[in-house]
């Protein structure tokens, strides 16, 4: 038995037994990372504390302590979340010598359940990114093939998860940050609802579209780590007052009674053949599990990328202003004035593609642009959610492509931004609109995974489970 192809279901079940410790499950994965991530390049920084971290918890359990939900569960971690004693440099000059005092509530989460933290992983600069290759520090590589890109701005987490090299990751998805680098690494990725899932801690990319959510192997696992890091949290006023269920519970094998929606604008010419056929075989398969499929419109898709990279740009620009050299973070050593050392520090600090966004971003805010950009984007950004609600009147769920392609090849995009923006056409508008969705493999292109979409109305994240643990189990056992 290879310690390193369980799911945390069966990690968490046989530590429950004493079939395994939790020191030997650490050993195990910090093994396998000095082998593989300098390959792979997941890891900005792994946790020399977690073998003591391990020993103590197998001591609590030698003393009668009872079995947590997570217990030596080792989690990656994306470096944008705050883990006290631990760099988060958001793979950013900027912050590269920053260590937060604090845990971030979904890191108190995940310890309070006896999760360690492994370690945390590389990540677009920023969150600002497709494909990891905007870090400051290396990019990291797809680990079906390591001339491609792991997608992002999640890829590390992503890539760890898929090569094995954790049990399950948290990553950060603003529009599509989660979604799109799971689909590429063959794994289940998870964006809750907005509000579902406090954001404590995370530093803030854009704060009306941000959301932590798990990466992991399976969805039963998805579901464990939602149990742990839901749930309100007086610190995060965005956080909804609301007590979260047991999602595991949502789990089936079928598909009876479920209405799914299959949207024409989701289907374009651009997309790869062999994304659309795995779609569709995973659409054939939901009615051969009893869903009623019907074709839907949501007519203001083709607007979702211009709305998005308006919005999301515009709450950077306002994030961002924070890092300027004075309280922590990077500061220039080249300045004569204060304003020198604000410009220089940014300029030195900040890498090219978070200094486009955040002059994107400061121009649609402008007086004289404001009304003409921002203030139109948030009203088309109203008519996509209103395109959602009209069509979760007619069905349950949604399945769609996760992404147009499959990962493409390291340096392919990296210089033209806009083929790089349209990585996120898929997942960008789940975002504006708020709504739980989620990725999961459902075949291959050659030696490379496919991802399915699966989304569904605001807080009804028990139908997604239910549609997406029934589709996962279906290629489970007809692959």
Same mark, same amino acid.
Not at 356 to 373: C, E, F, K, P
Not at 458 to 477: Q, V, W
């Given at each position: 038995?290879?310690?390193?192809?369980?799911?945390?279901?069966?990690?968490?079940? %046989?530590?429950?037994?004493?079939?395994?410790?939790?020191?030997?499950?650490? @050993?195990?994965?910090?093994?396998?990372?000095?082998?593989?991530?300098?390959?792979?390049?997941?890891?900005?920084?792994?946790?020399?504390?977690?073998?003591?971290?391990?020993?103590a918890s197998d001591s609590r359990l030698a003393g009668g302590g009872?079995?947590?939900?997570?217990?030596?569960?080792?989690?990656?971690?994306?470096?944008?979340?705050?883990?006290?004693?631990?760099?988060?440099?958001?793979?950013?000059?900027?912050?590269?010598? !920053?260590?937060?005092?604090?845990? &971030?509530?979904?890191?108190?989460?995940?310890?309070?359940?006896?999760?360690?933290?492994?370690?945390?992983?590389?990540?677009?600069?920023?969150?600002?990114?497709?494909?990891?290759?905007?870090?400051?520090? !290396?990019?990291?590589?797809?680990? !079906?093939?390591?001339?491609?890109?792991? *997608?992002?701005?999640?890829?590390?987490?992503?890539?760890?998860?898929?090569?094995?090299?954790?049990?399950?990751?948290?990553?950060?998805?603003?529009?599509?940050?989660?979604?799109?680098?799971?689909?590429?690494? *063959?794994?289940?990725?998870?964006?809750?609802?907005?509000?579902?899932?406090?954001?404590?801690?995370?530093?803030?990319?854009?704060?009306?579209?941000?959301?932590? $959510?798990?990466?992991?192997?399976?969805?039963?696992?998805?579901?464990?780590?939602?149990?742990?890091?839901?749930?309100?949290?007086?610190?995060?006023?965005?956080?909804?007052?609301?007590?979260?269920?047991?999602?595991?519970?949502?789990?089936?094998?079928?598909?009876?009674?479920?209405?799914?929606?299959?949207?024409?604008? #989701?289907?374009?010419?651009?997309?790869?053949?062999?994304?659309?056929?795995?779609?569709?075989?995973?659409?054939?398969?939901?009615?051969?599990?009893?869903?009623?499929?019907?074709?839907?419109?949501?007519?203001?898709?083709?607007? *979702?990328?211009?709305?998005?990279?308006?919005?999301?740009?515009?709450?950077?620009?306002?994030?961002?202003?924070?890092?300027?050299?004075?309280?922590?973070?990077?500061?220039?050593?080249?300045?004569?004035?204060?304003?020198?050392?604000?410009?220089?520090?940014? $300029?030195?600090?900040?890498?090219?593609?978070?200094?486009?966004?955040?002059? %994107?971003?400061? #121009?649609?805010?402008?007086?004289?642009?404001?009304?003409?950009?921002?203030?139109? &984007?948030?009203?088309?950004?109203?008519?996509?959610?209103?395109?959602?609600?009209?069509?979760?009147?007619?069905?349950?769920?949604?399945?769609?492509?996760?992404?147009?392609?499959?990962?493409?090849?390291?340096?392919?995009?990296?210089?033209?931004?806009?083929?790089?923006?349209?990585s996120d056409i898929f997942t960008a508008n789940v975002n504006l609109?708020?709504?739980?969705?989620?990725?999961?493999?459902?075949? #291959?292109? *050659?030696?490379?995974?496919?991802?399915?979409?699966?989304?569904?109305?605001?807080?009804?994240?028990?139908?997604?489970?239910?549609? &997406?643990?029934?589709? @996962?189990?279906? !290629?489970?056992?007809?692959?």
């Open positions: 038995m290879d310690i390193l192809s369980l799911t945390i279901g069966r990690i968490a079940d %046989m530590v429950r037994k004493r079939e395994i410790s939790c020191l030997e499950i650490c @050993e195990r994965f910090l093994d396998a990372v000095k082998e593989r991530d300098g390959e792979i390049n997941c890891y900005l920084h792994v946790n020399d504390k977690i073998l003591e971290e391990a020993k009872s079995p947590r939900a997570l217990e030596g569960v080792p989690v990656a971690v994306k470096d944008n979340i705050c883990v006290r004693q631990m760099p988060a440099t958001c793979a950013s000059r900027m912050l590269e010598n !920053f260590v937060p005092p604090y845990d &971030a509530t979904v890191i108190e989460r995940l310890r309070d359940q006896g999760a360690l933290i492994l370690g945390k992983t590389n990540m677009d600069e920023f969150a600002f990114g497709s494909s990891t290759e905007s870090s400051a520090f !290396f990019t990291t590589r797809n680990p !079906f093939d390591i001339t491609r890109v792991p *997608g992002g701005s999640s890829g590390g987490s992503a890539a760890a998860v898929g090569a094995r090299l954790c049990m399950g990751a948290l990553g950060s998805d603003t529009g599509g940050s989660i979604r799109q680098p799971a689909a590429f690494c *063959g794994i289940v990725g998870f964006k809750p609802s907005y509000g579902v899932v406090s954001r404590y801690g995370l530093i803030a990319f854009a704060s009306s579209l941000d959301q932590i $959510g798990p990466m992991t192997r399976d969805v039963m696992d998805s579901c464990i780590i939602m149990n742990v890091i839901s749930g309100r949290d007086s610190r995060d006023s965005t956080c909804l007052d609301y007590d979260p269920p047991d999602y595991t519970r949502f789990l089936r094998e079928d598909l009876k009674g479920i209405r799914i929606g299959v949207p024409v604008e #989701y289907f374009p010419s651009g997309i790869e053949d062999s994304v659309r056929e795995k779609v569709q075989d995973a659409i054939r398969a939901a009615e051969s599990l009893g869903a009623e499929v019907e074709e839907i419109s949501l007519p203001h898709t083709g607007y *979702g990328i211009a709305v998005y990279y308006i919005v999301a740009t515009a709450e950077a620009s306002s994030n961002l202003a924070r890092f300027d050299g004075v309280k922590y973070g990077y500061r220039t050593p080249s300045h004569e004035n204060l304003l020198e050392m604000y410009m220089n520090t940014r $300029g030195e600090g900040f890498g090219r593609e978070v200094k486009r966004r955040i002059m %994107m971003g400061t #121009y649609v805010l402008s007086s004289g642009y404001y009304d003409a950009y921002y203030r139109k &984007a948030e009203k088309v950004r109203s008519l996509i959610r209103k395109d959602f609600e009209e069509a979760f009147r007619k069905v349950d769920v949604i399945f769609t492509p996760a992404t147009p392609e499959v990962p493409f090849r390291i340096g392919e995009k990296k210089a033209d931004p806009l083929k790089m923006y349209l609109a708020g709504l739980p969705a989620i990725t999961l493999p459902v075949g #291959y292109s *050659g030696k490379l995974p496919v991802g399915l979409q699966v989304i569904a109305p605001f807080l009804r994240e028990d139908m997604l489970f239910k549609s &997406a643990s029934a589709i @996962e189990n279906h !290629f489970r056992h007809t692959s």
